[in-house]
């Protein structure tokens, strides 16, 4: 064996036991998100879920929101 190939072969070995390893000891998972916890009761929710703006309202928000600034909430929102 040449030296060449003492080195590929040390190399191969050396990848084939950090892939033992890291099959041994797997990185930890990630940190799960706090359960979403609900301050409000369910009769509570029921109630903001029906509440509506009155539409002389939503018109007067169509006027004083740019189209623009509409777009970039969109992005945000996707992101």
Partial sequence: M???ENDQK???LEARIKRM???LNPPPPPPKPPEFERPFS???YRLLDQMSVPQHILRQMQ???PDEVVREIAKDGRK
Wanted: charged share 35%; no cysteine; aromatic share 0%.
């Fill in 63 to 65: 006027q004083a929101v």
């Fill in 10 to 12: 040390i190399a191969e």
């Fill in 2 to 4: 040449t030296e060449n």
């Fill in 42 to 44: 369910a009769s509570t």
């Fill in 21 to 23: 390893e890291d099959r």
